[in-house]
């Protein structure tokens, strides 16, 4: 598959800073993000990714409307989320915003679903995290019924049941759907189960300990009679000119992030160290030249079988502008040069 491997793109939607080192508000910043998604389908990227959060340093809370701003000015790339809690959302609603995404990109909508790190929205929406993994489950297995197109007919214990129940607007297509995991084995069985595409999110350690879940979702795919479905990555990355400029630019913002969210989760300080080791070629950070970057997506693509590589690009209170450098520089040498590596061989 990797011969066919897609390239996206996928933010948060971090709070950035102004020139004067100023944070911008949250308004001003999905403004932003909208216009680095149009950026990205300028330049011919595959995907475009938005995260959802419920906290102050991050913009975004309703992924599927800034999509739809993003849909409304551009003509190829698909659109999607990176992740949609679904824990703490209704399956319903999700799927008809999802649907009227589809609608207004004329196709080009995907979601990944996923539990979430991150856990605000729980208590914020009324429900208790000591049901964190029935809310999935029973939700997930609801969504995965709404995706067929079909009256639903559907019996839980965390929602109102459905009985022959159509969803709109009704959608000519099955929604693409990803199941995001973290690196619990049960999650990856679990998009096997459903018969979901996987997506990896590798955000610490070396991408090929990744390796034995790859194997274990091809297994439970042949135990459940499935065929071998997409396998994809979002691993955090940045890209300038060469390889110290990218680490110099992103080190302060990825310290300055992992600061805040350590304080709240009691991790330790981040030293250079460990981000430099991080970015080297067995680390999780995709950060350097297009050459370097390049490398490493084509090096993890063989390792894992890959179909797609999302790259989160934006970390910490980084520019817009300086965001926007980095896109380019991904779509327009990074992405030219992991296709030329992995396109099939020619016959002389």
């Known amino acids: 598959m990797t011969n066919q491997l897609e390239l996206g793109l996928d933010t948060f939607g971090d709070v950035t800073v102004d020139a004067d080192g100023g944070a911008l508000s949250h308004a001003e910043v999905i403004r932003n993000v909208i216009d680095e998604g149009v950026l990205a389908d300028r330049l011919g990227l595959d995907f475009f990714g938005v995260g959802e959060h419920h906290r102050d340093d991050f913009s975004v809370s309703?992924?599927?409307?800034?999509?739809?701003?993003?849909?409304?000015?551009?003509?190829?790339?698909?659109?999607?989320?990176?992740?949609?809690?679904?824990?703490?959302?209704?399956?319903?609603?999700?799927?008809?915003?999802?649907?009227?995404?589809?609608?207004?990109?004329?196709?080009?909508?995907?979601?990944?679903?996923?539990?979430?790190?991150?856990?605000?929205?729980?208590?914020?929406?009324?429900?208790?995290?000591?049901?964190?993994?029935?809310?999935?489950?029973?939700?997930?297995?609801?969504?995965?019924?709404?995706?067929?197109?079909?009256?639903?007919?559907?019996h839980g214990a965390t929602r109102a049941s459905l009985s022959n129940q159509r969803v709109y607007p009704a959608m000519d297509r099955e929604l693409p759907t990803w199941i995001g995991v973290g690196g619990n084995p049960?999650?990856?069985?679990?998009?096997?189960?459903?018969?979901?595409?996987?997506?990896?999110?590798?955000?610490?350690?070396?991408?090929?300990?990744?390796?034995?879940?790859?194997?274990?979702?091809?297994?439970?795919?042949?135990?459940?009679?499935?065929?071998?479905?997409?396998?994809?990555?979002?691993?955090?990355?940045?890209?300038?000119?060469?390889?110290?400029?990218?680490?110099?630019t992103l080190w302060p913002h990825y310290e300055a992030m992992h600061a805040r969210i350590g304080r709240e989760r009691g991790w330790p300080p981040v030293t250079r160290a460990q981000f430099d080791r991080s970015a080297d070629p067995d680390?999780?950070?995709?950060?350097?030249?297009?050459?370097?970057?390049?490398?490493?997506?084509?090096?993890?693509?063989?390792?894992?079988?890959?179909?797609?590589?999302?790259?989160?690009?934006?970390?910490?209170?980084?520019?817009?502008?300086?965001?926007?450098?980095?896109i380019e520089l991904y779509a327009g040498e990074v992405a030219p040069l992991v296709r030329k590596q992995l396109a099939p061989a020619t016959v002389g």
């Open 62 to 154: 309703a992924p599927e409307v800034v999509l739809a701003g993003i849909a409304a000015r551009t003509e190829q790339i698909h659109l999607g989320t990176a992740v949609t809690v679904l824990s703490s959302d209704d399956p319903v609603r999700v799927y008809e915003r999802f649907a009227t995404l589809d609608a207004i990109s004329g196709g080009r909508a995907e979601i990944i679903l996923g539990r979430g790190s991150f856990t605000e929205s729980f208590p914020l929406f009324g429900l208790d995290l000591s049901q964190y993994e029935v809310l999935f489950d029973e939700k997930l297995d609801l969504f995965v019924e709404l995706i067929h197109n079909q009256p639903v007919t559907w």
């Open 186 to 248: 049960e999650s990856v069985v679990r998009a096997a189960k459903y018969g979901l595409p996987l997506m990896l999110a590798i955000i610490g350690g070396e991408p090929s300990r990744f390796a034995p879940l790859v194997d274990l979702y091809k297994r439970a795919l042949d135990h459940f009679e499935r065929d071998l479905l997409p396998i994809g990555v979002h691993s955090p990355g940045f890209v300038a000119r060469t390889d110290g400029e990218a680490r110099d």
């Open 283 to 326: 680390g999780a950070l995709f950060v350097g030249s297009p050459e370097t970057v390049a490398d490493k997506i084509v090096r993890v693509a063989k390792e894992l079988g890959l179909s797609r590589f999302d790259m989160k690009y934006s970390s910490g209170p980084m520019s817009h502008e300086r965001l926007m450098s980095g």
